[in-house]
């Protein structure tokens, strides 16, 4: 899935303004979405802002004249724009250009203006509680839609029963959602179904944990697994989850995008393990750590064996220049950015991995890497 933050928006869409026109008089947002990124374009440019419903009310007549720029945050079709623009063009006196900052490749040909292509699947930091696509998200109850009870509350009986009734919504979402998925026990489904019936809430299945109480629940633990299993076989494109610790297991076993609400954050799919490839290496023996310099040359033991045996030296991590190397694997660190500790029992990472995504780690007596 391709994410972008609010950084990422913040950063576009400056780009996006050196492409401007300069007689641009206004901006107008044609989505609650677009409402951030015009107000980042506003605070870059200078531009002034109008809302869309002031340029057709019956007080249009002050923007006679004017060149207006219609913008959106994504536009995933081309005729993304074409409702307003048809409608602001019925006016002869107004000029009306259309932009995205983020669109897909088909839209792009119904926009003047664009910063770069984003294709579905895709999510977006400051519409994350508001996904393009609902009914492909799976969604945690508890701490999401409303707030995590407290341990008095947590009895596992008439308290808890209280709670399931009479909790206040803390998040509602806007349209149909593909999956609720809840560690809520099979036996609360009535008390859940009345409250998610009571606040508007439409679904497609309502998944809860089938144990018998929550001392087994408490007991077995694997909250974010038993999500994760959940997630896995379901055709859902993003996880909404309140607790960031189970958002990453969740993340780490499906390899699917988890959006984080508590910090506000996506969390990023891993690469599969499926592709991750063993290699055998030799390990050093001695008692110092072995380092990898940053230009790639030969491992440098450490002070030697006391029965006067020379240590085993492991070869470069990766060469990039000519190097033959097994057949179907890729080196995933860049050897002039990153050093190594070697030791007998651990791999040390003492330098930054300068290629996204990738992982290394000891398994055996090989090193292994993703592709």
């Not at 508890?142 to 995590?148: I, K, T």
């Not at 030799?282 to 020379?310: C, H, L």
Request: glycine residues 8%; negative net charge.
């Amino acid at each position: 899935m391709d994410y972008r933050s609010v950084a990422d928006l913040n950063a576009d869409v400056r780009r996006l303004a050196w492409d401007l026109p300069h007689d641009v008089d206004r901006v107008v947002g044609v989505s609650r979405s677009a409402v951030l990124a015009v107000d980042l374009l506003q605070q870059t440019t200078g531009h002034p802002v109008a809302d869309f419903a002031a340029l057709t009310g019956d007080e249009s007549d002050r923007f006679d004249g004017e060149t207006v720029l219609l913008l959106t945050d994504w536009a995933e079709t081309d005729t993304a724009l074409d409702d307003q623009r048809r409608e602001l063009a019925a006016r002869s006196d107004l000029t009306v250009h259309c932009g995205a900052v983020y669109a897909t490749e088909r839209a792009c040909e119904g926009l003047d203006y664009w910063c770069d292509v984003v294709e579905p699947p895709c999510s977006f930091e400051w519409r994350a509680l508001h996904p393009a696509r609902f009914g492909s998200t799976c969604m945690d109850i508890d701490g999401v839609l409303c707030r995590d009870p407290t341990p008095e509350e947590n009895d596992d009986g008439p308290r808890y029963r209280e709670f399931l009734r009479t909790v206040e919504p803390k998040y509602l979402p806007d349209e149909r959602v593909g999956w609720l998925v809840t560690c809520r026990l099979e036996r609360y489904r009535p008390e859940t179904e009345q409250w998610l019936a009571d606040h508007g809430v439409e679904y497609d299945e309502l998944v809860m944990w089938d144990l018998p109480s929550k001392a087994v629940r408490d007991e077995r633990g694997g909250h974010g697994r038993y999500k994760a299993r959940v997630y896995e076989r379901t055709d859902a494109e993003l996880f909404v989850e309140s607790s960031r610790q189970q958002a990453v297991v969740i993340a780490r076993e499906t390899e699917r995008p988890v959006y984080c609400v508590d910090d506000n954050r996506m969390i990023p799919p891993r690469r599969s393990r499926r592709r991750v490839r063993p290699r055998p290496v030799s390990r050093p023996t001695g008692r110092g750590p072995a380092v990898v310099p940053a230009g790639g040359g030969p491992v440098r033991g450490g002070e030697g064996r006391s029965d006067g045996q020379s240590d085993r030296r492991p070869p470069p991590l990766s060469r990039r220049h000519g190097a033959s190397r097994p057949r179907g694997l890729v080196p995933t660190f860049r050897p002039d950015s990153l050093l190594l500790a070697w030791r007998p029992a651990q791999l040390q990472c003492h330098g930054v991995v300068t290629e996204p995504e990738v992982g290394v780690g000891v398994e055996g007596d090989g090193l292994w890497w993703v592709e």
